[in-house]
């Protein structure tokens, strides 16, 4: 059996906020309370406004595994979200919310674990991968890992000066872009969707017994998901997270 | 409900069954009770609203575990599920 710690509503503080695209703003937050977590796990956030009305959404932590008091969320304004609305656009530095964390064991990295790890982002799915990475780097990691990361265009790439600097570490980390919505001139990185040849190309192959974490919106997580096994990678090997604008109007 | 809804997995709805259980309810295997399949309730998938948790086999699609959080209660509705399994293992950062 298992055990976790059992969950209850503690308050954090909002303590900095930094722009990272244009809809996408990383919230550290103070929490007293925490216990600290590992990368890949998430939080449950609850908004109660002065009439009693409450709003919850999960959102994944991206500060690297660890025990800080202060941890990191990074978000998505979703367009008509109630809540990624309010934190992105109306919260502010002494503020304070109520969480809940941190959720989850299965979508997780062991920084122990010396499998070659492949991560595989759409959008705003690189937040908890990034929690895997920032976890890599700070605990000197140097088995093979790769990130294939899929943003609309250039601008919408969240850490793109943080992953750089981290790929060009040389600790054998690599990092392969790809843009669905166009490309700047001189792109070196691909330009289309994920799919079963950029796989092929970019990921590790399943010989090489890869630890795959797949995120990013319902439909490239079952795509991605799907083209990896039938590329022979065993079902087991690969977890997946979800996420999508409509959790954000659960 | 919409089609909508079914957008996220069993990750979503840790939260909430882990107020309750104090397991790693995501790494929890559950074997569907209609087609045999095994998976871990982080793959399930969500359909959630405000009356409650339904998570459906990622095989089949039937419903698994039904879950309602009512202020300080949880009922579990288990009919979907055949059996759960348990492994030991490191889940929270010590």
């Known amino acids: 059996m298992i055990f976790a710690e059992r969950l209850d509503w503690q308050v954090a503080t909002a303590a900095k906020f930094c722009r990272e695209t244009q809809g996408v703003v990383t919230i550290a937050f103070e929490v007293p309370e925490w216990h600290g977590h590992l990368a890949g796990q998430h939080v ?4 109660t406004a002065e009439n009693g009305y409450q709003a919850q959404r999960s959102y994944s932590l991206a500060s690297p595994a660890g025990n800080a008091a202060e941890i990191e969320l990074t978000i998505e304004r979703i367009k008509e979200g109630e809540v990624s609305s309010f934190l992105t656009e109306e919260l502010a530095i002494g ?10 064991g299965y979508f997780t990295w062991d920084r122990q674990s010396s499998s070659p790890l492949m991560l595989i ?10 929690s895997m990475l920032r976890t890599r780097y700070k605990v000197g990691g140097k088995a093979p890992a790769r990130l294939l990361y899929s943003s609309r265009t250039a601008e919408d790439i969240i850490y793109a000066a943080e992953l750089d600097r981290l790929a ?21 990185g691909e330009r289309r969707r994920v799919d079963k040849q950029m796989l092929a190309t970019h990921a590790f192959q399943s010989s090489e017994q890869p ?3 797949v995120c990013g919106p319902t439909l490239f997580v ?11 990678h065993a079902e087991s090997a690969i977890k997946t997270e979800r996420f999508g604008p409509t959790g954000d109007k659960r | 409900m919409t089609e909508d809804l079914a957008r996220l997995d069993g990750n ?17 295997m559950i074997t569907c009770a209609a087609c045999g399949a ?12 405000r009356m409650g948790i339904i998570l459906r086999c990622v095989a089949c699609g039937e419903v698994n575990l039904g879950a309602v959080e009512v202020g300080e209660t949880l009922r579990l509705d288990p009919r979907g599920a055949a059996c759960l399994t348990f492994r030991a293992g490191p889940a929270t950062f010590r």
């Open chain 1, 44 to 47: 449950d956030v609850r908004l």
């Open chain 1, 95 to 104: 503020d304070d919310i109520e969480l809940r964390g941190p959720i989850g």
């Open chain 1, 121 to 130: 982002a759409g959008g705003s799915g690189v937040v908890p991968l990034m």
């Open chain 1, 168 to 188: 060009a570490n040389g600790d054998g980390l690599s990092l392969i872009h790809t843009l669905t919505r166009g490309a700047p001139s001189g792109w070196q």
């Open chain 1, 211 to 213: 630890q795959v974490f």
């Open chain 1, 222 to 232: 079952e795509t991605v998901a799907d083209q990896l096994i039938s590329l022979g």
């Open chain 2, 12 to 28: 979503a709805a840790a939260g909430t069954l882990c107020r309750f259980l104090a397991i790693d309810v995501t790494s929890m």
């Open chain 2, 38 to 49: 095994e998976a871990p309730l982080g793959r399930l998938h969500l359909y959630g609203g």
